[in-house]
């Protein structure tokens, strides 16, 4: 049984420190306005640009990452926190989306 007991307090502690990370990259990354991560913290002044990525290429972008932990939290934890990271994850689903469909939109319907 101290087996058991053993595995679901690594679970917890896993689960927590997966928590801590994710509210430390919402309050580095995270565009509060227009939904999604940007690539950087935009505190470095030689960088001219705070881009989103929301292409997947060779490599997932950090949004499409981002999407994916978000549900898997919303997995493992309960009730308001639980809420909470469904909502960011479709929302920033959503903003995906759109964001594909205005860049895309000429060549959508031109066909």
């Known amino acids: 049984m101290s087996g058991l007991d053993g595995s679901f ?9 997966a928590n ?3 509210c430390l990259q919402d309050t580095l990354f995270l565009d509060k306005d227009g939904g999604g991560y940007f690539n950087n913290t935009g505190e470095d002044s030689s960088v001219l640009l705070r ?3 929301d292409h997947d290429g060779a490599e997932p972008s950090g949004n499409s990452v981002s999407a994916l932990n978000l549900i898997r939290l919303a997995s493992l934890v309960s009730g ?9 994850a479709e929302h920033l689903l959503v903003c ?3 964001s594909f469909l205005i ?9």
């Open 80 to 88: 308001s926190k639980a809420e909470h990271y469904k909502q960011n």
């Open 51 to 53: 881009v989103k990525e």
């Open 9 to 17: 307090g690594v679970f917890i502690a896993r689960t927590s420190v």
């Open 96 to 98: 995906k989306l759109l």
């Open 20 to 22: 801590e990370m994710h």
């Open 103 to 111: 860049k895309n939109s000429f060549s959508l319907f031109m066909h």
